[in-house]
C-alpha cells in the first residue's frame, strides 16, 4: 500500500499514541517553579541579590527584541510635490 493522504490519515486513526510524557513533565516544573517564586521575600533580600534576581526574570518580563538592519537603504526613491 503507497504512502499517501489516505494511508497517512488511517495510519493516525489507528496510532493509540497517550499523552505526551515532556508536556506533563513540562508542566510539573512550571507548577515547582511557581511556587519557589511565589515563597522568594524580595524584603529580606540584599541589594545584590536583588539585582541578580532581576537579571533572572527580565528575560521573561520584556518582550525579545528584534534585529533591526540599518545599513539597508532604499536604492530608489521618489518625491513628489504636490501644491
Known sequence: MPFNSESASLGG????????????????????????????DIASLNNKDKVLYL????PFILPKNERVDTNQMPTEFQIEIIK
Open 13 to 40: 486513526k489507528k496510532s493509540k499514541r497517550g499523552k505526551s510524557i515532556a508536556t506533563e513533565v513540562r508542566n510539573q516544573i512550571t507548577e515547582v517553579a511557581e511556587e519557589l517564586i511565589r515563597a522568594i
Open 55 to 58: 537579571k533572572a526574570i527580565m
